[in-house]
C-alpha cells in the first residue's frame, strides 16, 4: 500500500504492466509468493476452485492463466500466511479494534479459532465449537423465529447456501436477506415482469457472435476483469461498444492484456468503447428513451415512406405485449426533456440509435449504476425495452447481461437464499422433510435493518458478509445493533460486524473456498453458479489457515442440530460427510434445473440452468415479452436539485473487493493512498468557491431529524458531470438514509444520493494560491 498521498490522472491502458506488479505485489504483502502462484494456476480451471473474487462466467477453454489482478488479490487475501489467533484478542480489546480502520481489521489475518465475546473484559475469548453451538442454540430456542434474520452475503457454495434456507425454514421463518437485497434485486425484481426470468439470458459464446455491446454503469476493468477478454476479442471483429457511464473507468476506454506476451511488449492497447456518453448519474432512464424514441421515430418515418422497417415487427407481434402504449409514451417525450435529464446531446443518443439499429445482434450490459437508483427497477425495465424493440433476447450474439457482484450471489437464489415464499420451493421441502415450512414473507435487507432499528430483531446470524458496513444509515445502525441480544458471525476475516455486536455475541471461523475441505479425511468439492446461469464444480486446494476451522456446512449443521428437534429426514451429519448427498438432495429440491449434478458440475464451462426467456419463453403474466412504460425519466425523481446540492454516487475501487480493503489505491482513477476523496467537476468546484484538497464535509439535507454527514474528504477535480459527484463506498455509507432505496427491490440507492458540501479546511497550496 503506498503511504504518500498521490493523485493524478490516469491515463494507461487497463490491464497491462500495471496489472501484473498488483498481482505480484499482492502476494508478496500476504507472504503467499510461491503457494499463492501455485494456486493461481488453478483458479477457474477445471481440477481447479472457483474464484471467490466476482461471478463472471468460466469458459470452457481457459486462458492458460484464467485468473485477474482481482482474482489474484482475493486468492492472496484468503490464503495469507498471516492469522489472527486467541492470542490477538487477548492483546486488543473490542474497544480498541473498533478505533482499526477497515483495512488493518482483515490485513491482519485469517480468523483461527471460535470465539465470544466477554462482557467483563470487553475481549473476545476462546471457546470450544461445542460450547458455542449449545449457547446459540439455547439462545435461538429462547427466541421467536419472527425475531431472527440469517443474512447471507453472496459467496457461500451452492451446498452451504441450500443447508442454510432449510435450518431456516426449520426454525420457522422466511427471514434470509442476502447482499444481492443490496446489488442486483432490481435485476431479479425487474427482468421477471418483462421476460419472464430473472437472471440474464446470454452465454460466454455469445459476446463471440454479437454485433453491438451496449455497457451501462459497470465498472468492468475493476469489478469484473476477465470480461475484458470477452470485449476485447469482440473489439478485434470491430464490434462496437458504446457506454454509458458519469466516469470516463479506465478499463472501459482501453486495455493491454497482461496475458498476452505480445501485447505486452509493445504495449498494443484495446479500444474497448468505441463510444463514450458520460451522462448523468440516474439519466439512464432518459438517455435509453432517447435512443428508442430516435428508432421509433425512424422506423414511423420507414413506414410511411415503404422502406425497410427499423424494427423487429415480426418479433414485435409474435412476442411481445404493450409495444404500442410504450411506442406512444416515447414519441410524446419531448427532446429537452430527454438531453436535460440524461444530460446527454440529443445528437449522442441518435447516433447510437442508428449503431444499435445496424447491429443483428446486441447485448445489454449493466451493473450497479443502473440497480442502485430508487427507480433502479424501471432503469433495468427501460434496458429491456430497447432490447425487444429489434429482437435482442432469445436470439444468438444478443441478450440482456446483469454482472453480478459475488460470486455465488445469483446461485443462492437458484437453491432458496429468499425472503420471499413465492421464490422458494416449500412443498416440495414440506414433502422431502416432512416439516411446515413458514409461508409468511421475510425481510430483505432494508427491511432487517428497519426492524434492528425498532428493536423487533433480536438476533443477527451472518453467513459471511460485513452487514454493518454494507448497509446504509451506518450511524443509527451501529447505535440499534448493540441492542441485539445475539449476534453471530460465519467469517474467514476480522470486520467491522464483529466489534459492533449484540450482548451475546460469537465469531465462528470457516474454511474459504480455496481450502482444501476434508470430512473424515476424504476431500470434499463444492458448486457455485456464475453471471451466465452456469453451475461449476470447485475443490479447495490450500492447505486450511488452521486446524480448528470448520467449513461453512458444518458450522449450519453444528447450529441446526443445537437448535431444532430432530427429524429423521434430515441427517445433518450425513449431508456434512458428504457433499454429495446434499447435492442429491438439491437435485431431488429442483429436477428441472439440477438433473445429474454430481456428475455435470465438473462439465468445463458448467452447466446450464435453464433461462426460458432464452429460448423465448415469457413466463410473465402476459405469456409474452411485456414492454414497461417508466414512470419518470428521472431515476430519482423524488431528489429536488437546488442549486447547493450535488448527486452523489459511490464507486469501488481495484484496491477493494467491497468492505475488504486491501490498499488505499486506486490505480484506475490515479488516486494513491486515501480512500477519503470526493470527486467533483472543476466547474462544481469554481461555482462552490472549493479549491483541490479542499477538505469538506458531505451531509444529507433531510427533514427526518436525522443528522448524516462525512467529515475529511478530499475534493478532488474530476472529469465528471455537472451536478454529480463521487466518493467510495463504505466510507460514504453513512450519508445514506434507510429509506433511500429502489421502489419495489428495496435496493439502497447507492447511485444517487442528495448531498450538500461545507468547506472544513483550505489545503496549504489553495491557500497560498488563493493569497496571490
Ligand atoms: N475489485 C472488485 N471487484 C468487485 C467488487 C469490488 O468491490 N471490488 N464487488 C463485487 C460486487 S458484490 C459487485 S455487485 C460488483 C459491482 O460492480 P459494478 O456494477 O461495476 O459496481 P460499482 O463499482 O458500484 O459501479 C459501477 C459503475 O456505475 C457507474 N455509475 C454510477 N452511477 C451511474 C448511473 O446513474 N448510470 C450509469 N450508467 N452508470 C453509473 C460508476 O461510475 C461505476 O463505473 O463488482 C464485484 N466485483
Ligand atoms: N454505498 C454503497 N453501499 C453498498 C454498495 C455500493 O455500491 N455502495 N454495494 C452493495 C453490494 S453490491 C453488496 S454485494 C454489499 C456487500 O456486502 P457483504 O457481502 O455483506 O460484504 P463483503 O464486504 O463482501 O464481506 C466481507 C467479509 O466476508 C467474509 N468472508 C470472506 N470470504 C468468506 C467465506 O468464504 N466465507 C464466509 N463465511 N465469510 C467470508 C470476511 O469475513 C469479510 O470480512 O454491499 C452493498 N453496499
Ligand atoms: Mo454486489
Sequence with gaps: MSDRLTIKPNTAPSGGWGSVRKVASSLFNEHVILKGSYLLNLQNKANGYACVSCAWAKPANPHPFEFCESGAKATAWEVTSKRVPPAFFEQHTVAELERWSDHALEAAGRLTAPMRWDADSNKYLEITWGAAFAEIGAELKRLNAQEVVFYSSGRASLETSYLYQLMVRMYGSNNLPDSSNMCHESTSVAL??????????????DFEKTDCVLFFGQNVGTNSPRMLHQLQEARKRGVPIITFNPLRERGLVSFVNPQSPGEMLSGDETIISTHYHQLKAGGDIAAIMGICKSLIEADDAALAAGTARLLDQAFLTQHTHGFV?????????????????????????EEAAAIYAKADAVIGVYGMGLTQHRNGVQNVQMLSNLLLLRGNIGKSGAGICPVRGHSNVQGQRTVGI????????????AELYNFAPPRKKGMNTVEACQGILEKKVKAFVSLGGNFIRAVPETVLMEKAWRDMRLTVQISTKLNRSHLIHGQVSFILPCLGRIEIDRQNGIEQSVSIEDSTACIHGSRGRAEPASKQLLSEPAIIAGIAKATLDPNPRVDWDAWCADYGLVRTAIEATYPEIFRDFNARMWQPGGFRKPVAASERIWKTDTGKANFIVPTALDANPDMRPAPDTLRLFTVRTDGQFNTTIYNNDDRFRGVYGTRMVLFISRHDMTRLALAEGDLVTVSTPSDDGVARSVSGLRITPYDIPLGCIAGYYPECNPLIPLWHHAETSMVPAAKAIEVQLRLDSRSVAAAAAARV
Design 192 to 205: 421477471p415482469t418483462t421476460i419472464g426470468s430473472g437472471v440474464g439470458t446470454v452465454l460466454i459464446e
Design 325 to 349: 402504449a410504450f411506442a406512444a409514451a416515447t414519441r410524446s417525450y419531448r427532446w429537452d426533456d430527454i438531453e436535460r435529464e440524461s444530460g446527454l446531446a440529443r445528437a449522442s443518443l
Design 418 to 429: 429468499t425472503e420471499k415464499p413465492e421464490l422458494a420451493p416449500l412443498d416440495k421441502l
